[in-house]
Nanobody, 117 residues
Framework: QVQLVESGGGLVQPGGSLRLSCSAS????????MAWYRQAPGRQRELVAR????????NYADSVKGRFAISRDAAKNTVYLQMNSLKPEDTAVYYC??????????WGQGTQVTVSS
């Protein structure tokens, strides 16, 4: 019932920054939490950050604390992931998803982030 579109990925040098966007449409009234995940080659998908649409609770993976920031624009039904001080190990496909009492969207194609010189 919820459709999500990720954008903003690209190629960046170590130490650089990118801002990812995830726009939601459909049954957005059902969304309680939105989250960013990433999957690197040969690795399982991991949770990067999440934010609640009610209550303002934010959580980050230890690997990105102090470097990444998740935020939301309720009027635009969009969440962002500001990524600073990027490292080669941040290279992955980044995905977002939305949750109420369950996952509200299937996994999309994500957006590729490559950190390399």
């Amino acid at each position: 019932q919820v459709q999500l579109v990720e954008s903003g990925g690209g190629l960046v040098q170590p130490g650089g920054s990118l801002r990812l966007s995830c726009s939601a449409s459909g049954s957005v009234f059902a969304i309680y939490t939105m989250a960013w995940y990433r999957q690197a080659p040969g690795r399982q998908r991991e949770l990067v950050a999440r934010i609640t649409t009610r209550g303002g609770t934010i959580n980050y993976a230890d690997s990105v604390k102090g470097r990444f920031a998740i935020s939301r624009d309720a009027a635009k039904n969009t969440v962002y992931l500001q990524m600073n001080s990027l490292k080669p190990e941040d290279t992955a496909v980044y995905y977002c998803n939305a949750y109420g009492d369950r996952m509200l969207s299937s996994w999309g194609q994500g957006t590729q982030v490559t950190v390399s010189s």
